[in-house]
């Protein structure tokens, strides 16, 4: 059960758009379209802001979307907006478990 | 309003044992699986256990099979972990959260358990 890679950090200015991958392998991100995305401000519990690959749950702004080629997810905020800046977090299923990315900080210069 | 709200934390010394509640309410807990995430202190988001509606078929992370177990009460839209043999790795914010088809889409707020002598 490794975790999924993710990079540690992103960052974009306001209005701007940028892009989180998130790379498994076969037995998870490659192997199911059960992708999930989920942000988390400090002190907070995650949020689920994409669920099978590119669905967004209501109340979650469109500016958020979801994609997947092959081993590798990617989560896009187009339009950056200050209340964007937070950590998040891909997961997906493998099997009967689940298994999550290590994270990614998203900063908004 | 979904509600999940964990109960349990604290400190404990390594080799010792606690037991997390989360109380469910505003759906249907019967029918979801329902999952135990933990965070460790500065560190990203590790799946620890889930388990089946009628509580049957349960699933382990690799580094709680043997020591950590997930039960729950239907009658008391309830879920519960308990956790022996602790060790001072197992310190993390421990969520509990409704599983719907493979998403985590509500969670509690957490609940901190610190294993330290």
């Known amino acids: 059960q490794s975790a999924l890679t993710q990079p540690p950090s992103a960052s974009g200015s306001p209005g701007q758009s940028v892009t989180i991958s998130c790379t498994g392998t076969?037995?998870?991100?490659?192997?199911?379209?059960?992708v999930s995305w989920y942000q988390q401000h400090p002190g907070k519990a995650p949020k689920l802001m994409i669920y099978?690959?590119?669905k967004r749950p209501s109340g979650v702004p469109d500016r958020f979307s979801g994609s997947k080629s092959g081993n590798t997810a990617s989560l896009t905020v187009s339009g950056l907006q200050s209340e964007d800046e937070a950590d998040y977090y891909c997961?997906?299923?493998?099997?009967?478990?689940?298994?999550f990315g290590g994270g990614t900080k998203l900063t908004v210069l | 309003e979904v509600q999940l709200v964990e109960s349990g934390g604290g400190l404990v010394q390594p080799g010792g044992s606690l037991r997390l509640s989360c109380a469910a309410s505003g759906f249907s807990f019967a029918s979801h699986w329902m999952t135990w995430i933990r965070q460790a202190p500065g560190k990203g988001l590790e799946w620890v256990a889930n388990?089946?509606?009628?509580?049957?078929?349960?699933h382990y992370g690799d580094s709680v099979r043997g020591r950590f177990t997930i039960s729950r009460d239907n009658t008391r839209d309830s879920v519960f972990l308990q956790m022996n043999s602790l060790r001072a790795d197992d310190t993390a914010v421990y969520y509990c959260?409704?599983?719907?088809?493979?998403?985590?889409?509500?969670w509690g707020q957490g609940t901190l358990v610190s294993v330290s002598s």
């Open positions: 388990i089946q509606q009628d509580g049957v078929k349960a």
């Open positions: 997961s997906s299923n493998a099997g009967d478990n689940s298994v």
């Open positions: 099978e690959v590119n």
């Open positions: 076969s037995s998870d991100v490659g192997g199911y379209n059960y």
């Open positions: 959260a409704k599983h719907t088809f493979y998403m985590f889409d509500s």
